[in-house]
C-alpha cells in the first residue's frame, strides 16, 4: 500500500518573483567597455547599450531606439552619443536624443531611459529600481584597496550565461553541507550573518581527504596539497559577492579575492560572473605569480561549474525539508526577499541582524567515519 498523500512530502515551488532585485548589478569588467564601439546586454527583461562618452565616463541606456525599434549596440560612439545604425538618431547618456541628422526638431518624447552607473573595483555596475528611486548611498559597493595597489594580480575575470533564476545561487550562502557533496570541501566550521542589505558566510575547511588520508587536491587540473581553507564570503546587496580566500598550496599561503556576481536576463536565466585576483608571493618571479592566478581560477571556475550541473537538473523549490545540519536556508530566503520589495515594506525580520554559528562536530565525526570506510579516491 502506499502512502497517503498527506503523509509524504510535496514540494512547492511559485514562479520567481515578477520583479527584478533593487540594487547594484555589475555587467564586468569596465575597461572591455572603452573600445570606441557602443556594446549591448539583455539584462532586467530587456536590452541595454553601453558606451563611453568623451570625457570617459561609461553610460548605460536602453537598447532599442524608440524610433523603429534598433538595436543601439550594432550603432556608432558619435561624440557623447550613440547613433542608432538605422536612421542615425543620436542618444546621449542621459537618455535624451540628441540630434536628427536629417530633421531640426527632436521629438520633445524622444527619451529613453538612462541607468544610473558606478564604477567600482574596475567593475561597472548599474541600479536597479523597479519604484525608480535613485540608488541608495548606503548599499554602495565596498572599495577593494587591493585591486589598485600592485600587490595583485590583475583580475581573471569569465561570464558565463546561466539557465536558472538567480534565487538558486544566492542558496549557497547558507547551504553548508553542498560544499562537501558537491565540491568536495569539508567545513570545519561554518557561520551565517545577515544584516541590513549583507548577508555574509565564514567558512574554515579543508579538502576532502584523498585515499591516502592526505590533503591532495585536483585543483586546476594538478594535484595540490590544500590546507587551512579560510573563506569570508559577503554578499552587499542581492547580486554582488566578494569572497576573501586563504589558503596553504602545497605549504605557500594564498591569499585570493573572488567576485562571485551575476545580473539577471530574464527570471530564469542570468549572466554570471566570476572574477578571481591573487596576491602575487613575494620573492616568485612574475611567471610563476601568474600561472599561480590562473591554476586559482581555473580551480574557482570548475568549482562554479560543478554547482551549474546541479541548478541544471534541479528544480526550484519553495519548501526545502531541512535537517539540524543545514544552514539558515529560510532566514537567507526571508533576507533575499528585501530586494524584491518596496522599500516602505521591508520588514524587521528581512533587515534585523541574525547570526548563526554551525556546530559541526557531528557531521565531522560521521565524514570521518565514511571516508574510513570509502575514501574518496578509490
Ligand atoms: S530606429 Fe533608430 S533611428 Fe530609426
Ligand atoms: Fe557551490
Known sequence: MGLHESEVRIIE?????????????????????????????????????????????????DGYCPHMGADLGEGTIEGDTVACPFHGWRWGGDGKCKEIPYCTRVPPKARIKS????????QLFIWNDPEGNPPDPKVRIPHIPEVFDGNWSDWIWETVRIETNARELIDNVSDMAHFYYVHGARAKSFKNTFDGHTA???????????????????????????D??????C?????????YLKSL???MEVQAYLINCHVPIDHNSFHLHVGLMVKKIEGLPQDANDQIAQLYAKGNRDGFFQDVHIWKHKRR?????????????????????????????????????????????????LWDATEEKEPADA
Open 249 to 251: 598550496v602545497s605549504g
Open 200 to 226: 555574509r558566510q565564514i567558512m574554515t575547511g579543508k579538502p576532502r581527504p584523498a585515499a591516502d588520508g592526505s590533503n591532495m587536491a585536483e585543483f586546476g587540473g594538478m594535484k595540490v596539497e590544500i
Open 13 to 61: 515551488a511559485t514562479n520567481p518573483p515578477p520583479r527584478y532585485a533593487r540594487g547594484w548589478h555589475c555587467l564586468g569588467l569596465a575597461e572591455p567597455f572603452r573600445d570606441g564601439k557602443p556594446h549591448s546586454m539583455d539584462v532586467f527583461g530587456s536590452r541595454v547599450v553601453i558606451f563611453q562618452d568623451q570625457a570617459g565616463e561609461l553610460h548605460v541606456i
Open 115 to 122: 541607468w544610473p552607473t558606478l564604477e567600482e573595483n574596475k
Open 228 to 233: 587551512e581553507l579560510y573563506s569570508d564570503a
Open 235 to 243: 554578499y552587499y546587496g542581492p547580486s554582488y559577492m566578494i569572497d
Open 317 to 365: 523549490i519553495d519548501n526545502p525539508l531541512l535537517c539540524e545540519g543545514d544552514g539558515p536556508i529560510y532566514q537567507l530566503r526571508r533576507w533575499y526577499e528585501q530586494f524584491y520589495v518596496d522599500v516602505k515594506d521591508i520588514q524587521p525580520d528581512m533587515v534585523d541582524r541574525f547570526e548563526v554559528v554551525m556546530d559541526l562536530t557531528k557531521a565531522n565525526q
